[in-house]
T-cell receptor
Framework: NAGVTQTPKFQVLKTGQSMTLQCAQD?????MSWYRQDPGMGLRLIHY???????DQGEVPNGYNVSRSTTEDFPLRLLSAAPSQTSVYFC????????????FGPGTRLTVT | AQKITQTQPGMFVQEKEAVTLDCTYD???????LFWYKQPSSGEMIFLIY??????QNATEGRYSLNFQKARKSANLVISASQLGDSAMYFC????????FGTGTRLQVTL
């Protein structure tokens, strides 16, 4: 199993550009989520999904869109990048919610200039 | 709303000593999960230990144990026999559908 994979590892965007961060898992996990990690703030939930076709907002959803057309993939779209979105982004998955650990991808370091 | 508080921004411990990292949480739910993750300087998130809110026994995983006190809403991580490789950020997290993280504690293990 590859586990949770994320692409790209690094990305630099200009303000106003859009892009999609890719996330895939091969563990047949129902639950997938996106977090951002800023210095001194831990990880904050952006969006999550409890299954294909079902998504919901987390703590900091503004400026981001998600969709879940398959169990395996959960892309995160930045609609119009802003410097405040400079962060490290982690994708995670788990079998189900609540009592199951989440497996994290290696992260994407995004810089918006 | 769920909230996790880690009050120790940084901790030092000598090699081979035990260390306790504090975590308190706030929730009105009865069923939830508590987790600890380690983040070394390389950046990946590594799962360490899990405690369910209905589990009566404290969780243990090798050198890691979770001191769960439900009435106090605390879930402290105890690392026994610290090693240099334990130097990292440690995050406490709580899960009820969504996973909420604390701000983390940076642990430095010294010789």
């Amino acid at each position: 199993n590859a586990g949770v994979t994320q692409t790209p590892k690094f990305q630099v965007l200009k303000t106003g550009q859009s892009m999609t961060l890719q996330c895939a898992q091969d563990m047949n996990h129902e639950y997938m989520s996106w977090y951002r990690q800023d210095p001194g703030m831990g990880l904050r939930l952006i969006h999550y999904s409890v299954g294909a076709g079902i998504t919901d907002q987390g703590e900091v959803p503004n400026g981001y869109n998600v969709s879940r057309s398959t169990t395996e993939d959960f892309p995160l779209r930045l609609l119009s990048a802003a410097p405040s979105q400079t962060s490290v982004y982690f994708c995670a998955s788990s079998y189900r919610s609540t009592n199951y650990e989440q497996y994290f991808g290696p992260g994407t370091r995004l810089t918006v200039t | 709303a769920q909230k996790i508080t880690q009050t120790q921004p940084g901790m030092f411990v000598q090699e081979k000593e035990a260390v306790t990292l504090d975590c308190t949480y706030d929730t009105s739910d009865q069923s939830y999960g508590l987790f600890w993750y380690k983040q070394p300087s390389s950046g990946e998130m590594i799962f360490l230990i899990y405690q369910g809110s209905y589990d009566e026994q404290n969780a243990t995983e090798g050198r890691y144990s979770l001191n769960f006190q439900k009435a106090r809403k605390s879930a402290n991580l105890v690392i026994s026999a610290s090693q240099l490789g334990d130097s990292a950020m440690y995050f406490c997290a709580m899960r009820k559908r969504k996973l909420t993280f604390g701000t983390g504690t940076r642990l430095q293990v010294t010789l």
